[in-house]
């Protein structure tokens, strides 16, 4: 608990289901988004943006669902400034114990003139009038001007002055395009404060993308001026260069109290399982020297950092790993752990799982145990998600061989799934064990979906670690993210250009497996 006063608390807003999402690939599933939702919302998140329900039946499922599923943070839909996207929002937001709508509409010159083809006079009214109408919904109603930073600034005071009279919150100041500095963009936010008389009447945000790289220091530079809300994402996901960072800002929030006196609720101990969440589900890989949960964020390399490391930790950290949830790697259960000890070490890592999912992940917890030295957290961590991953998916691995090597000038693949219940096998041969593998699989589920992403991840150390493979494929426009995890790599593959196609099946809803191509 915060000992400040509210006012310099700094609500922090999660768009990662939202603007996050909208980064070309990094598509989630309904039950990824619910888990991330959970995992956000025991952060201690404030606000969860949980999509735009009039973007597709997809987007107003994953905002009914998580309004359903979320007890403390507030759940928030995206909506135009259109009466049928605001009529959607409030209807996917209706379980909600507390929901927000966020509409927003264009104010700079060139968004109105190019963008929205309207009059700046024709802007004004629109945005009066679908305040009013979302107030109808709901009193916790945020308005974004989009293109915010780039606003002339005596219409950006009128028509924040006139969201706030028409009913608006939150006024949530974005920076479109990434184009602002820090001072000027603390500017902009005084000058706010300065000029629009009824603003004490609302919050503050802002919303700062990172095409400069300096979306969390202008977060933090309106923070300064003012501002009370951050919106931000998991590892910086988002449009282009994509949005701030949601555990920078926290960090720099916790750690620079002298010079940043404001406080946020996030628990910053569950960081690094955030990170790895959404990076795990949207086959973003997090850069090694990333700030705050790069895998080098906190290893010290050079002997002369190594050396004031042992005399006093603060010479060369001013963070510790176990403040972002990155503690050592724990050895943790061996071949002889029973059930019991096991299903503890899931409620330690988080999870929850239903009896079904427990013995199976249990079942292949044994038979990691025997193939796998030493058994740690990670190892766990990879082996559950992947279990959870497949549970209803309804083609499945059931045996897989790969001859490969440097008397194979063709490797060979023989594969057998088991689709919609019925075992099927192919052989098929490529340039590698991987074409291969994957050419078994077009044989036996014939598709055209393209290939867009084929990443392997050590999840620990060593040359037995488990593999931890992210496939993405493509079809349509629309781009699903498969998993697979196995010590074996080819096995992961296989697994995880099946886990794929899986969900290519459920966003066709209904379709024969044979049909994926039509
Ligand atoms: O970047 C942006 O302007 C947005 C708005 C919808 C807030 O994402
Ligand atoms: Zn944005």
Redesign the pocket.
């Known amino acids: 608990m915060s000992t400040m006063s509210d006012s310099n608390r700094v609500i922090i807003f999660d ?1 990662t289901m ?2 996050g999402e ?1 980064s070309p690939g990094a598509s989630m599933n309904l039950h990824e988004k619910l888990r991330i939702a959970e995992v956000l919302e025991e952060m201690g998140v404030d606000v969860i943006e949980a999509g735009f329900p009039i973007a597709s039946p997809g987007d107003f499922e994953a905002v009914n669902e998580i309004a359903k599923l979320v007890k403390n943070s507030t759940v928030c839909g ?1 909506a135009r400034a259109s009466h049928a996207d605001i009529e959607r929002a409030a209807d996917a937001l209706k379980p909600a114990k507390r929901g927000r709508i ?1 509409t ?1 509409l264009s104010t700079s010159p060139l968004h109105m003139k190019y963008k929205l083809q309207m009059e700046p006079e024709q802007v004004y009214n629109l945005l009066i009038d679908s305040i009013t109408y979302a107030r109808k919904f709901t009193d916790d109603i945020e308005w ?1 001007p ?3 930073s780039r606003t002339e600034h005596d219409f950006l005071c009128r028509c924040v002055e006139a969201a706030i009279r028409a009913g608006a919150t939150t006024i ?1 100041i ?4 990434g184009y602002a500095i820090p001072e000027e963009f603390a500017a902009l936010i005084t000058m706010l404060k300065n000029r629009v008389p009824n603003i004490d009447k609302a919050i503050i945000s802002v ?1 700062c ?1 990172n095409d400069l790289g300096l979306a969390v220091a202008n977060s933090l530079a309106a923070v300064k001026a003012g501002a009370r809300q951050v ?1 931000c994402t998991i590892n910086g996901l988002g ?1 282009r260069a994509g ?1 701030a960072a949601m555990e920078e800002i926290v960090m720099a929030l916790k750690t620079r109290q002298d010079y940043l006196p404001y406080v946020s609720n996030v628990k910053t101990e569950h960081i690094t399982k955030a990170s790895r969440l959404v990076s795990g589900t949207t086959g973003f890989v997090v850069q090694p020297n990333k700030a705050i949960v790069g895998a080098n964020a906190f290893a010290h390399e050079s002997g002369i950092h190594q050396d004031g490391m042992l005399k006093n930790s603060q010479t060369y950290e001013i963070m510790t790993p176990e403040s972002v949830g990155l503690t050592e790697s724990k050895l943790v259960l061996g071949k002889h752990s029973g059930r019991h000890a096991f299903r503890e070490k899931l409620k330690d890592l988080g999870y929850d799982l239903g009896d079904n999912a427990l013995n199976d992940a249990f079942k292949r917890f044994k038979d990691l145990a025997d193939l796998k030295k030493d058994v740690f957290d990670e190892d766990i961590a990879a082996l559950v998600d992947d279990t959870v991953v497949r549970t209803n998916d309804r083609i499945k691995v059931v045996s897989f061989e790969v001859l490969c090597g440097t008397n194979h000038r063709n490797p060979k693949a023989e594969l057998e799934l088991e689709i919609d219940g019925e075992v099927k096998r192919a052989s098929a041969v490529g340039d590698g064990p991987i074409d291969a593998a994957f050419n078994a699989v077009k044989a036996l589920v014939p598709h055209k979906a393209n290939l867009q992403l084929y990443q392997v991840h050590a999840v620990t150390q060593g040359t037995d670690a488990q593999a931890e493979v992210t496939v993405r494929l493509e079809e349509n426009g629309k781009s699903v993210n498969g998993q697979g995890a196995d010590t074996d790599t080819m096995v992961a593959s296989t697994k995880a250009y099946v886990n794929a196609l899986n969900k290519l099946l459920v966003k066709r809803q209904k379709t024969a497996p044979s049909a994926l191509s039509a």
């Open positions: 768009t939202r603007d909208q995206l966020h927003f974004s989009e293109d915010g949530n974005p920076d479109t395009v919303h993308h919106e449009e949005n």
